[in-house]
Structures are given as structure tokens and as C-alpha cells.
């Protein structure tokens, strides 16, 4: 693996590119703040904007590291961030990445968390060079593990109550992709 750091990454409708102070409204507005969009998250809705606040400024300095990874999820037709993708996890003796993210839910069915996950994907195997994506979701979420299916990733079995979500301990869905699976489609 040759990690790049969080670099920006552009889509037919996205821009992927690191988190601003200047993004703590939007994303309190957009997507933290919402219960129903972090119901099956492991970290709580933000209760006010300094939360938001708190939680990029810790990103932000986080992005000197060249194995940090988090973007803001912009929507080019708004000019304005409506989630985020990260890498959760990492493991650089088997190559591996686990990502996550998270979407307002005015941009849920609009195929925008494919649209990011493939795109990092692409980045992860093309640029950076891992063996192995990989990524989970509670299964009361299945409109998570479609946006896995539609990106290429097979699903790899069920850890029951392995996982804490905001519904408390739960079962955990696990999906990925290798880069063998992902060369061969290309």
C-alpha cells in the first residue's frame, strides 16, 4: 500500500475532497443533527453545531496523516456538502480498508453513496494499492448494503451481535471487494 492521504476524487455529479471549518453548518444541516439519518450509526446526532465543530476540527488535523482518509461528500449541483466517506479502519498487513459513510436524508435513492464508494473503490485499488475494501451495516439498514451490492462487493456473512449502533448491540452485515474481483470486471 502507498497511502495518498485524503486527495480530491471528482464524479459525474460529486466532488470528494477534504472537510472545512466552513462545512460545520451544512453538515450539522444536512446530516448530523438528524436522528433518523445516524439511527443506525455507532455515534449519536450532533445536539448542537458545536459538536459538528468539534468533530471537524478533529478531522482536519487529522489529514497531515498520509493514511487519513475522510471526505466530504459535495454535491457539484448545490456546491455544498451532503455527507461524508471514510475509512473507519485500516490494516496495512493485509492491505486492507473499511469505509463508512453517511448521507442526509434529502439525498437518500439518488445512487449519490454508490456514486462515492465506487469512486473510492477505484481510488483504493488504482492509486493506493490495497488488496481488500471492505465495509458492514446493521441489517435493519439494507439500503446500505445495496449501495455495497451496486459498487461490486459480496456479501460475506452475518456477525450477530457484533456491532453497537444507536440502537444498542446489534447483528452486522459484512460486505467486500478484492482487488482480483475488481480488476477482473475492469
Known amino acids: 500500500m502507498e497511502h495518498k492521504g485524503t486527495v480530491l476524487l ?3 455529479r460529486l466532488i470528494l475532497r477534504r472537510f472545512t471549518m466552513e462545512d460545520a453548518d451544512l ?3 444536512n446530516w448530523a443533527n438528524n436522528p433518523i439519518v445516524t ?17 471537524l476540527n478533529d478531522w482536519i488535523s487529522s489529514y ?3 493514511n487519513y482518509y475522510q471526505w466530504a461528500i459535495e454535491l457539484k449541483d ?3 456538502p451532503i455527507g461524508s466517506i471514510a475509512i473507519v479502519k485500516q490494516c496495512d498487513d493485509i492491505g486492507m480498508v473499511h469505509v463508512g459513510y453517511c448521507i442526509g436524508r434529502n439525498w437518500w435513492g439518488k445512487s449519490y453513496t454508490s456514486e462515492a464508494l465506487a469512486a473510492l473503490i477505484k481510488f483504493f ?11 458492514r451495516h446493521d441489517p435493519n ?17 452475518t456477525m450477530r451481535k457484533a456491532d453497537t449502533s444507536n440502537l444498542g448491540i446489534v447483528d452486522s452485515v459484512h460486505y467486500a471487494i478484492l482487488a482480483e474481483d475488481y480488476f477482473d470486471k475492469k
Open 10 to 12: 471528482e464524479t459525474e
Open 27 to 29: 453538515m450539522f444541516k
Open 39 to 55: 439511527k443506525y450509526l455507532c455515534w449519536p446526532p450532533h445536539s448542537d453545531i458545536l459538536v459538528s465543530k468539534e468533530v
Open 64 to 66: 497531515q496523516k498520509p
Open 78 to 80: 448545490i456546491s455544498e
Open 125 to 135: 485499488f488504482e492509486d493506493v494499492g490495497v488488496s481488500r475494501v471492505e465495509s
Open 141 to 157: 439498514n439494507p439500503g446500505s448494503g445495496k449501495v455495497m451490492m451496486k459498487c461490486g462487493m459480496k456479501y460475506e456473512g
